[in-house]
């Protein structure tokens, strides 16, 4: 159903979702370079997400649903779509590097397509396959551009390949379980305050403690962080209405392509032509799928 305003349309919330999820790469690249552990970031994106977007709700006196189909999305949904990807993200940063990591999100809109066919969840057409495979060849090309595989321990690689695996698991689960009449910023907020209290428990666990002091290390980072995640969910679960789980996992590609740029131009990243010519080619391919998306399914 075609959107009433632009901002609501499926390919302005792919590019929003996906820009501001391609900044994540290269702060959290800051962030371990300031020495704070990858566990108490994973900890603010998701706490401070929650409480950013409860501040919203609390303004608006929108209601917080506590029913339990709410509060198994909250659960399930923060732990495997938020609480492991991010901790997996941040863990591998420091032996695969940001840029190389950002490329592990690029598999997930294949690994979504598989699992949403097989689940009979909002399948694409064969013109949105067609442009999820596009996108899927210029992320090999960025890899090949970056020659990192055969630099990277393949035990990091493997952990990585767990990033993608999460994430497409999340993205089916969200479409199944959505919860009848629900509105996206709540299940933003109450996914996210599941996904902080797993970390926080985590945490006093292995280490007796939070941590949160480290986040003084870097403290315009963790603000901008905190930012940018917050504004990502406000359009990460729109999408997920109105583009569908394997729509929405194009974000990868977007954020892959952002953090090009962002590694580029602002923290002096060197790439070949081959890498951009790969985040030209993702780009054709999130055009065919936008354009697949206005065509009935099969």
């Known amino acids: 159903m075609p959107a009433s305003n632009p901002s609501s349309a499926p390919v302005f919330l792919l590019l929003a979702t996906g820009t501001f999820l391609g900044l994540y790469f290269p702060l959290g690249k800051l962030a371990g370079e300031a020495g704070i552990p990858p566990a108490v970031w994973t900890l603010l994106i998701s706490a401070g997400s929650a409480l950013v977007i409860g501040g919203v709700l609390a303004l608006r006196r929108e209601a917080f649903p506590l029913t339990l189909p709410f509060l198994r999305f909250y659960a399930i949904g923060g732990i495997i779509s938020y609480a492991l990807p991010n901790f997996l993200v ?43 495979l596009i996108g899927f060849i210029g992320a090999m090309l960025i890899v090949l551009g970056k020659g990192r595989v055969g630099e990277a321990s393949f035990l990091w690689i493997g952990v990585g390949f767990l990033i993608p695996l999460t994430l497409a698991t999340g993205n089916v689960y969200r479409t199944l379980d959505w919860p009848p009449g629900a509105r996206p910023l709540p299940l933003a907020a109450g996914s996210n305050l599941a996904a902080a209290l797993v970390m926080a428990v985590a945490l006093l666990a292995t280490n007796g403690g939070l941590g949160l002091g480290a986040l003084a290390n870097a403290p315009l980072v963790s603000v901008a962080q905190v930012a940018a995640s917050a504004a990502m969910l406000a359009f990460f679960f729109r999408l997920q209405m109105a583009g569908g789980p394997v729509y929405l996992s194009q974000i990868g590609y977007v954020a892959a392509a952002i953090g ?15 890498t951009w010519l790969g985040a030209v080619v993702i780009t054709a391919g999130v055009i065919v799928t936008t354009i697949a998306q206005r065509t009935p399914g099969p």
């Open 90 to 132: 941040y863990l591998i940063i420091p032996h695969l590097g940001s840029g190389y990591t950002s490329i592990m999100y690029t598999l997930s809109p294949i690994i979504t397509t598989i699992l949403a066919t097989a689940l009979n969840a909002r399948r694409p057409n064969l013109l949105g396959i067609g442009g999820i």
């Open 260 to 274: 090009l740029g962002v590694g580029t131009f602002a923290l002096g990243e060197h790439y070949d032509w081959l």
